[in-house]
């Protein structure tokens, strides 16, 4: 395809639009995206408009956790949030219409979006990548429009890079691509299943964060010298991390989760001025993983921009896992 100059969100959409849309009138189903957490993190972008990563990444949904949104014709723009309604100047709302109108593109009639989050807010979890992914699930019901999988993936991605990762279950890989357009940076499943792998969400803080990650990342990217060995990183990571899938090779997965989750944390100490989203119960939650390996129960943790932690360990492992971090909400991906 040929998009001519400034590439926007709306001109790559439209191309795969029909001239106007319309509302099927019966498409009221709730659609669900699972949550995701990357094993090989996604951190710097090469074209912020699209969400355009620098590197590739890799990630686990989290099964039943996640998004279910629903839309319906409506007599004003309106967006629900877990049964209540949002005013619509606030930021969240914002967001949503604003993705909705790149599809609405000045149809005339309003919306109603609804959307429930089950993610623990107790574990202080993002939910961008699983409401953005239903939200664009729910958009292609709404306007009967019935995109590829990849298409879906890549229009997500506009909403949240995350979310272009949680349109499947499982272990999910993001290619970076190369398409100035973008069309070939979306998510793919990975076949494979790994029954007994678990997650573990630890919380430290459900504040609200003073830097997104979004701001985070084109921080790090603008001013730490550091970064500059973050590409390579992942890049290797990527690989280790298919090697480890393939051969269920947990200690490997663990490993190169763990020190990806680290590197990154390193580039964003490394901008100016430095970031860290740790508190000092994420460092003791840490020194609590390493004091467990070293006593043999095999446990290792990723984090993303934010204080809380998340565990990586097998179903031979939990009890014991448990026995160190008593409040764990435990989730089995493949379950
Ligand atoms: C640290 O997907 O939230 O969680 O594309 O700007 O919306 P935007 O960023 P977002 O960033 C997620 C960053 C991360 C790592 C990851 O999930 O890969």
């Known amino acids: 395809m ?3 100059k400034a590439i926007t969100k709306q001109r790559v959409i439209e191309h795969y639009l029909p001239a106007t849309v319309i509302p099927v009138a019966d498409s009221t189903d709730t659609l669900f995206a699972p949550s995701n957490i990357a094993l090989c993190k996604y951190w710097g972008k090469r074209d912020a408009e699209l969400n355009l ?11 039943h956790l996640g998004s279910r949104t629903k839309i319906s014709v409506c007599d004003s723009d309106q967006v629900w949030l877990n049964g209540s309604q949002i005013a619509a100047n606030d930021k969240f709302a914002a967001k949503v219409i604003a993705f909705v109108d790149l599809f609405r593109r000045g149809a005339d009639h309003c919306v109603k979006v609804e959307t429930e989050n089950n993610i623990p807010t107790a574990a202080g979890l993002a939910s961008s990548a699983s409401g953005f992914a239903a939200l664009m699930l729910a958009v292609d019901r709404f306007y009967g429009l019935n995109l590829e999988p990849q298409v879906l993936s890549a229009f997500a991605r506009m909403g949240s890079g995350s979310a272009s990762r949680s349109l499947y279950e499982g272990f999910v890989e993001w290619q970076m691509g190369i398409r100035e357009d973008g069309m070939d940076s979306v998510a793919l499943p990975l ?3 790994w029954d007994d792998l678990r997650i573990g969400l630890v919380k430290v803080s459900t ?3 003073a830097v997104d990650s979004r701001s985070g990342m084109n921080r790090t990217v603008e001013t730490a010298h550091l970064y500059q060995s973050w590409p390579l990183q992942a890049a290797t990571d990527l690989e280790r991390l298919h090697r480890a899938i393939s051969d269920k090779n947990f200690t490997q997965l663990g490993e190169t989760a763990e020190q990806n989750a680290l ?5 964003m100490i490394a901008s100016w001025p430095p970031l860290l989203y740790w508190q000092p119960d994420s460092v003791a939650a840490m020194q609590t993983i390493w004091q467990a390996r070293a006593d043999g129960v095999e446990v290792y943790f990723t984090m993303d921009a934010g204080p809380n932690i998340k565990l990586l360990f097998t179903a031979d492992a939990e009890a014991a896992v448990k026995q160190r971090f008593p ?3 435990v989730v089995a991906p493949f379950a």
């Open 53 to 63: 990563p620098i590197n590739s990444s890799l990630s686990i949904s989290l099964a």
């Open 263 to 267: 590197s990154m944390h390193a580039t």
């Open 2 to 4: 040929s998009i001519s």
């Open 327 to 329: 409040d764990l909400e």
């Open 191 to 193: 076949d494979c299943r």
């Open 207 to 209: 504040a609200e964060k």
